[in-house]
């Protein structure tokens, strides 16, 4: 599974941006899709999370009514809208491939991204 992560960039505080997750050569329609990040000298964490049907969601408390998370199993696409971005969001945004479920835990996801680096200044 190769996944592409992209939609990073700099933004100002209370900008948006849009990250993308994809696989073009492989579905991952069966599979649920999360997505993670890593500031640096923290620890990877948990970011938000869809179900193979797009119909289960999970958030992190830090994101819930800031960031949506959606998914387009035509185009093998997962997306995370992220408003009213906060200098702590700052990270490298990494999606992953996991089982059916949205679970928040890393050890639940087997293929992982590049990551996209998101940077937030104040």
């Known amino acids: 599974v190769q996944l592409q992560a992209s939609g990073g960039g700099l933004v100002q505080a209370g900008g948006s941006l849009r990250l993308s997750c994809k696989n073009p050569?492989?579905?991952?329609?069966?599979?649920?899709v999360g997505w993670f990040r890593q500031a640096p000298g923290k620890e990877r964490e948990f970011v938000a999370a869809?179900?193979?049907?797009?119909?289960?969601?999970s958030y992190a408390d830090s994101v819930k009514g800031r960031f949506a998370i959606s998914r387009d199993n035509a185009k093998n696409m997962v997306d995370l809208q992220m408003n009213t971005l906060k200098p702590e969001d700052t990270a490298v945004y990494y999606c992953?491939?996991?089982?059916?479920?949205?679970?928040?835990?890393?050890?639940?996801?087997?293929?992982w991204g590049q990551g996209t680096l998101v940077t937030v200044s104040s």
């Open positions: 869809i179900s193979w049907r797009g119909d289960v969601f």
């Open positions: 050569k492989r579905t991952f329609s069966n599979n649920a």
């Open positions: 992953a491939v996991g089982k059916s479920y949205p679970s928040t835990s890393y050890k639940d996801y087997n293929y």
